[in-house]
């Protein structure tokens, strides 16, 4: 029944003796790196992005000319604590979430598109 899976034996004292005396140390200096590696690449720049849209989230004002997650352009018309409306044409307006808007456009932005 030997046929797919070989048979693993333990190899006696003479294989531990060969392993390097600080092997572990270098596993754990190498796990390390590759942390500070992910944190400077991945978890810091993303923890700066999610900082300054808060902060942009934070500061909308009503008349502002925003841009939302969907590729809704308007101006905002009321802010709630949790949700604005924002009029994409005369007379129509849109509620959304204050979190769903991507980013504020310059004034005059929507006259010109």
Do not use: C
Request: net charge neutral.
């Amino acid at each position: 029944m030997n046929l797919l899976i070989s048979d693993a034996w333990a190899e006696g004292p003479a294989a531990a003796a060969g392993a390097p005396p600080g092997g572990s140390m270098i596993q754990f200096v190498f796990l390390g790196g590759i942390f500070l590696l992910f944190y400077f690449l991945i978890i810091r720049p993303q923890s700066k992005r999610a900082k300054e849209h808060r902060a942009m989230v934070d500061a909308l004002a009503k008349g502002d000319e925003v841009v939302t997650n969907g590729g809704i352009i308007g101006r905002v018309s009321q802010l709630g604590d949790t949700f604005i409306s924002v009029e994409i044409a005369d007379g129509v307006e849109v509620k959304v979430q204050r979190q769903a808007v991507a980013s504020v456009l310059p004034k005059g932005t929507i006259k010109s598109a």
